[in-house]
């Protein structure tokens, strides 16, 4: 069995980059361990953040991240109409709020580096900010609004991309899990899941958190990646509108989706990969939930999980090729692959069909970290 393109993982990295090569007309398969789009690509909370979650210091993620919003609106109008599905992207921006005078200082301080990296963001005193969210506590003293914020749903987003990716010609193998990839002299020549060898001209390695365990990598190309777990709840909402746009305070998001779910999140933990809900996680969470959102305090639990977000040492992508022929690694997109997913299809797709790398894949190049 032979294909021009393998891609281990069927996340939001393997499905993205799959599908823009199936539209170019390249063979692609899929192997999925599990069930395509079930593990980080559906625990998120699909917020497309660039503003509300700059980070000090990490200015070539903030520039994927803004390139990334000027592709969304394209991606995701091609996306439903490849896949015949909505999936509910809403541009309404969002809000980062203070609940104390420590907390509006904290707040001051983002907003003047947000100014000065020219996003375009607007202080609001806490009355501001409760006549755009009404649901907001008393206590909110003052806010940031962040227009160019939008956010999608990413489980609807995951189903679409595999549709869109078998509607273009793609093949994808649920319950598949690839156990050795077999690299001679240099090069990658094939992969073993159970029993049987896939042969491809190309690899693409986008397994999300276990990137860095499937055996017969050589070291020098092995991805560096943890998991991070992160705890998630969500609630249903009273009534449409009960809050209209994603809300950041200090020790919680709010992601509010069309459905009437309320997505709340995340702890950001280092326990390896252990799934497990703790009292503690969600303690925190639903404490920053009612101090935010006091309404929240009445609402039924819709549902709790945890997913494993995967990390690279510098919490930065790792994208490109590797130093083995024939071998493309795609992973380490930490708290913004669902924000990620255009560059990354995009610009992936492009290296592995024409062997440049776009000037924007530069800074992620996945052998920064081995000499
Ligand atoms: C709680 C939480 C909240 C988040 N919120 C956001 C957010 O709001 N916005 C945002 O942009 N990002 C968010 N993220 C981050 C985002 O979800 C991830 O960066 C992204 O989903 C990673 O996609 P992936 O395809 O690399 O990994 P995954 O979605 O984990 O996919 C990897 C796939 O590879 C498969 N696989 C693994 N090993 C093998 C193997 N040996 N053989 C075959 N298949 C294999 C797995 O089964 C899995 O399906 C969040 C993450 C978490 C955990």
């Not at 001209?201 to 092995?222: F, K, M, N, T």
């Not at 995967?310 to 590797?322: H, V």
Request: glycine share 12%; proline share 6%.
């Amino acid at each position: 069995m032979g294909a021009g393109t393998l891609i281990i993982g069927a996340g939001v990295v393997g499905l993205g980059i799959g599908w823009k090569l199936a539209q170019a007309g390249e063979q692609v398969i899929i192997l999925e361990r599990g069930l395509a789009g079930r593990e980080a690509s559906w625990a998120a909370a699909g917020m497309l953040c660039p503003a509300n979650e700059a980070h000090y210091q990490q200015d070539s993620n903030l520039e994927l991240a803004q390139e990334c919003m000027r592709l969304y609106p394209e991606f995701v109008q091609e996306l439903e109409a490849c896949s015949g599905m909505n999936v509910d992207y809403r541009t309404e921006g969002t809000l980062t709020v203070a609940l104390n005078a420590d907390d509006a200082a904290a707040v001051k301080v983002f907003f003047e580096y947000q100014l000065e990296k020219g996003l375009p963001v607007r202080w609001l005193s806490g009355d501001e900010a409760r006549e755009m969210e009404p649901q907001l506590s008393n206590f909110v003293s003052a806010g940031i609004s962040c227009p160019m914020d939008h956010q999608i749903d990413n489980r609807k987003m995951m189903e679409a991309l595999k549709r869109a990716f078998l509607k273009a010609g793609g093949e994808l193998h649920e319950q598949t899990e690839v156990t050795h990839v077999r690299c001679d002299g240099g090069k990658y020549r094939g992969v073993m899941a159970g029993e049987r060898e896939w042969l491809s001209e190309r690899l693409v390695l986008a397994a999300g958190s276990w990137s860095g365990l499937v055996s017969g990598i050589p070291e020098h190309a092995r991805p560096p990646v943890r998991p991070v777990k992160g705890q998630m709840f969500s609630l249903r909402a009273p009534f449409p509108g009960f809050i209209t746009r994603v809300i950041r305070a200090p020790d919680i998001y709010i992601s509010p989706k069309s459905d009437g779910r309320i997505v709340f999140g995340a702890t950001v933990e280092e326990m390896g990969f252990d799934a497990g809900l703790t009292a503690g996680g969600l303690y925190s969470l639903l404490k920053g939930a009612w101090e935010t959102v006091p309404g929240t305090y009445d609402l039924p639990i819709d549902e709790m999980w945890s997913g494993f977000r995967p990390s690279s040492r510098d919490n930065t992508p790792l994208m490109g090729a590797s130093r083995v022929e024939g071998l493309f690694i795609a992973t380490g997109h930490h708290r913004h692959g669902i924000l990620f997913a255009p560059a990354t299809a995009i610009h992936m797709s492009r290296l592995i069909l024409e062997g440049e790398p776009p000037q924007s894949l530069l800074p992620f190049d996945p052998s920064r970290f081995t000499v």
